[in-house]
């Protein structure tokens, strides 16, 4: 699922002359915004209900470089779901050289802001959305870097 066009502007690049990685992450989380509105969690909705998501847990891979002005894209694949959590799976292209330049895998879980922030279910219509784009994604191959762990191998 298509989520995002994003071009690499100068402010985000580092001392290497490409972009920096906290930058990424910039990129994604513009992504997982877009990600909520099509979930039915817009600012609008989240104002009125109170109810929000929080990133749980991030895991960012870097494939390739990219440089300045590179056009780039994100995509979404939902992996897995349950009342109150989703784990998605974010892709960045290089739309010139047609490339995945970098992934972050994500749990995000479904807050309820009203008095104390907890954990709560998915609001309704989220909830439907999700449980749809989960069978929907569920018909694609499961990306071979999702569940990777940090490691040195020996």
């Known amino acids: 699922m ?23 992450a910039v ?8 990600f909520l509105g099509r979930v039915c ?9 109170r109810h929000t998501i929080y990133t749980m847990e991030t895991h960012v ?13 994100v995509t979404c694949q939902v992996l897995d779901l349950d009342a109150k959590r989703v784990r998605i799976f974010l892709s960045m292209y ?19 802001q009203t008095e104390q922030p907890h954990a709560a279910p998915w609001l309704p219509q989220s909830a ?8 929907e994604h569920a018909t694609l191959p499961m990306p071979k870097d999702a569940g990777r762990s940090i490691g040195i191998k020996r």
């Open 61 to 73: 891979r870097f494939l390739w470089e990219v440089k300045l002005g590179t056009p780039v894209s």
């Open 94 to 112: 290089d739309k010139v050289r047609n490339l995945v330049v970098a992934t972050s895998e994500q749990l995000l879980m479904s807050i309820d």
């Open 27 to 34: 990129i994604f989380a513009k992504a997982v915004d877009e």
């Open 41 to 49: 969690l817009t600012a609008a909705v989240r104002e009125a209900t």
């Open 2 to 24: 298509h989520l995002l066009d994003e071009t690499v502007r100068p402010e985000w690049i580092d001392y290497n002359g490409h972009l920096y990685d906290g930058y990424y």
């Open 128 to 135: 439907a959305i999700l449980e749809g784009l989960l069978k």
